[in-house]
């Protein structure tokens, strides 16, 4: 099952930091981690990425899988630097107060799967 990023923002009572014109674009599953060289080795493309990182390495490497949106977690919102980044590269940007745990539940409670694509 994939969901359209506005589901995903509806989901995670989400704001846009970034993208509004192109949430209805469609993930096919989601990753949650702070650890880019995990995200590198599994992810693939129209992933959604739910980190709590707000550096240039989470643009670069969403940029290098092709990753749809990226989802900062805990209520972080990153510097102007980086939301430039994701304008350049047409990346959705994402943030909600829950957690890493609870937003990854509540997208998998919703049809979301993970990397092994079982729902």
């Known amino acids: 099952m994939s969901l359209a990023l506005y589901e995903v ?3 995670l ?3 846009v930091l970034v993208g509004s014109d192109l949430l209805d674009r469609r993930v096919d599953a989601a990753c949650g981690s702070d650890l880019m060289s995990d995200v590198l080795s599994f992810v693939k493309s129209h992933t959604l990425l739910l980190t709590g990182l707000t550096n240039q390495h989470v643009i670069r490497t969403a940029e290098v899988l092709d990753v749809s949106a990226i989802v900062f977690v805990r209520g972080k919102v990153p510097g102007q630097d980086i939301i ?3 304008v ?3 990346i959705v940007l994402l ?3 829950y957690t890493l745990f609870e937003a990854c539940g509540k997208l998998y409670m ?3 799967p993970g990397k092994s694509g079982q729902a």
């Open 13 to 15: 009572k989400a704001e």
């Open 9 to 11: 923002k509806d989901i």
């Open 88 to 90: 350049e590269r047409s």
């Open 110 to 112: 919703a049809g979301l």
């Open 95 to 97: 943030s909600t107060s």
């Open 84 to 86: 430039d980044m994701a």
